[in-house]
């Protein structure tokens, strides 16, 4: 049981390329989350999906998208990255919107 | 709308020693809380949780939280720390949406 996987674990981008996060789950849980975590702020949930074939708007969505691919992956892409995205991104999920949320070990981005 | 404050953002402490890691939170709901912890470069994980029922929520670790209603507090305690208890935590409250955290407190254990 891997529990939340998140690939890839650092990258590095140049202003305007653009990339795409992967996160699975092994769990059979049904809500799925991005969150970014910055000194000093905590975290910050970009997108959630609380079931499949469903997305809603965290509290900081903007230059984000994501896609509940399936049940078990969810991908947050950055069309155009720009410095204010470097950051550690986490995934994290859990069987419903208020269940404990599991978190997986983190995406560490650097915007040149 | 719901809120978290975490009213220190370092507490040092000497091994053996007690600690209190401290929680406010406002909603205008019935509220879920939560206490995570992440080591150096992990991610997080779950301590303790309050749901309903006992008001005193022990968790992993040898940690346990308060629950105060009045108060609007969930303040995080330990009565002997160790050197590897230090890491930086998280307090979390969850109405009827997502959920809300707090900036952190990192705990920084010395011998």
């Known amino acids: 049981n891997a529990g939340v996987t998140q690939t890839p674990k650092f990258q590095v981008l140049k202003t305007g390329q653009s990339m795409t996060l992967q996160c699975a789950q092994d769990?059979?849980?049904?809500?799925m989350y991005w969150y970014r975590q910055d000194p000093g702020m905590g975290l910050r949930l970009i997108y959630y999906?609380?079931?499949?074939?469903?997305?809603d708007k965290g509290e900081v969505p903007n230059g984000y998208n994501v896609s509940r691919l399936n049940k078990r992956e969810f991908s947050l892409r950055l069309e155009s990255a720009a410095p204010s995205q470097t950051s550690v991104y986490f995934c994290?999920?859990?069987?419903?919107?208020?269940?404990?949320?599991?978190f997986g070990p983190g995406t560490r981005l650097l915007v040149l | 709308a719901q809120s978290v404050t975490q009213l220190d953002s370092q507490v040092p402490v000497f091994e053996e020693a007690p600690v209190e890691l401290r929680c406010n939170y406002s909603s205008s709901v019935s509220v879920y809380l939560f206490w995570y912890v992440q080591y150096p470069n992990q991610g997080l994980q779950l301590l303790l949780k309050?749901?309903?029922?006992?008001?005193l929520v022990k968790g992993i670790n040898g940690f346990e939280a308060e629950f105060n209603k009045s108060q609007t507090s969930f303040h995080l305690r330990k009565p002997s720390v160790h050197i590897s208890d230090t890491a930086e935590y998280f307090c979390a409250v969850k109405g009827y949406s997502t959920l809300t955290f707090g900036k952190g407190t990192m705990l920084l254990v010395s011998p």
């Open positions: 769990m059979n849980h049904n809500s």
């Open positions: 309050y749901l309903s029922g006992s008001t």
């Open positions: 999906s609380a079931s499949e074939g469903t997305t």
């Open positions: 994290a999920s859990s069987e419903g919107v208020q269940e404990t949320q599991y």
